[in-house]
């Protein structure tokens, strides 16, 4: 059974950092695409990263400049490294696997989400 559960959420000032993690089980990362979505209340979700399996990354570009996404093979952890948030960052954040890099990977495989307010 396939598990994406994410941590590293909570509140922080503007102009703060944040690190979310994903640690999978039943799934290895390191073959797939893996990414990062995001929902904020009455917005639509939206893709902000993406890492391939052959290691392209793409990044929203509201993101782009602020936030890192990257992987630790060895504990099949996903991470986002998010720099200098600011308010419109308030989202419950989701790790997302299995899709296509063209969407930010998102595909079979989702996480509960964890809140970041800013």
């Known amino acids: 059974q396939v598990q994406l559960v994410e941590s590293g959420g909570g509140s922080v000032q503007a102009g703060g950092a944040l690190t979310l993690s994903c640690a999978a089980s039943?799934?290895?990362?390191?073959?797939?695409?893996k990414g990062w979505f995001r929902q904020a209340p009455g917005k639509e979700r939206e893709g902000v990263a993406g890492?391939?399996?052959?290691?392209?990354?793409t990044y929203a570009d509201s993101v782009k400049g602020r936030f890192t996404i990257s992987k630790d093979n060895a504990k099949n952890t996903l991470y986002l490294q998010m720099n200098s948030l600011k308010p419109e960052d308030t989202a419950m954040y989701y790790c997302v696997a299995g899709g296509s890099i063209i969407n930010y990977c998102s595909g079979d495989h989702w996480g509960q989400g964890t809140q970041v307010t800013v």
């Open positions: 039943g799934y290895t990362f390191r073959s797939r695409c």
């Open positions: 890492k391939s399996s052959d290691g392209t990354i």
